[in-house]
């Protein structure tokens, strides 16, 4: 499950038990099983925190009256899937020709395509 906290309780949750366990943001990131970034999103409140992270942080759940909402693993998933129109479109492999060869070399050579237009 991924917890919802009110504005800035999640950040201020992770800053506590940062501070009282006295651990650099790594050492906290190692100690919880995650990377630094998944931390840093998790501090700026942009990703829902996990709900064992939390346990593990909140033992004493003091912060348990600031959770607005408890969403499964996949939410994101799932509301994406509801957007989609189940269609995919078919990417089809262009034939071999002369024209494809100079694209080709273009792109490995210098990554750069474009048409010029002259005007008479």
């Given at each position: 499950?991924?917890?919802?906290?009110?504005?800035?309780k999640?950040?201020?949750?992770i800053?506590?038990?940062?501070e009282?366990?006295?651990?650099?943001?790594?050492?906290?990131?190692?100690i919880?099983?995650?990377k630094?970034?998944?931390?840093?999103?998790?501090?700026?409140?942009?990703?829902?925190?996990?709900e064992?992270?939390y346990?593990?942080?909140?033992k004493?759940?003091?912060?348990?009256?600031?959770i607005?909402e408890?969403?499964?693993?996949?939410?994101?998933?799932?509301?994406?899937?509801?957007?989609?129109?189940?269609?995919?479109?078919?990417?089809?492999e262009?034939?071999?020709?002369?024209?494809?060869?100079?694209?080709?070399?273009a792109?490995?050579?210098?990554?750069?395509?474009h048409?010029?237009?002259?005007s008479?």
């Amino acid at each position: 499950m991924r917890l919802k906290f009110f504005k800035g309780k999640q950040k201020e949750l992770i800053r506590n038990f940062k501070e009282e366990q006295n651990l650099t943001w790594k050492q906290l990131a190692n100690i919880i099983g995650i990377k630094e970034g998944r931390l840093k999103a998790y501090i700026e409140e942009t990703s829902l925190i996990d709900e064992t992270i939390y346990n593990f942080l909140d033992k004493k759940k003091d912060y348990q009256k600031f959770i607005i909402e408890k969403k499964t693993d996949y939410w994101g998933k799932v509301k994406g899937g509801l957007k989609s129109k189940g269609k995919t479109k078919e990417i089809r492999e262009p034939e071999n020709s002369e024209e494809l060869a100079e694209f080709y070399g273009a792109m490995l050579g210098d990554g750069n395509s474009h048409r010029t237009i002259l005007s008479t």
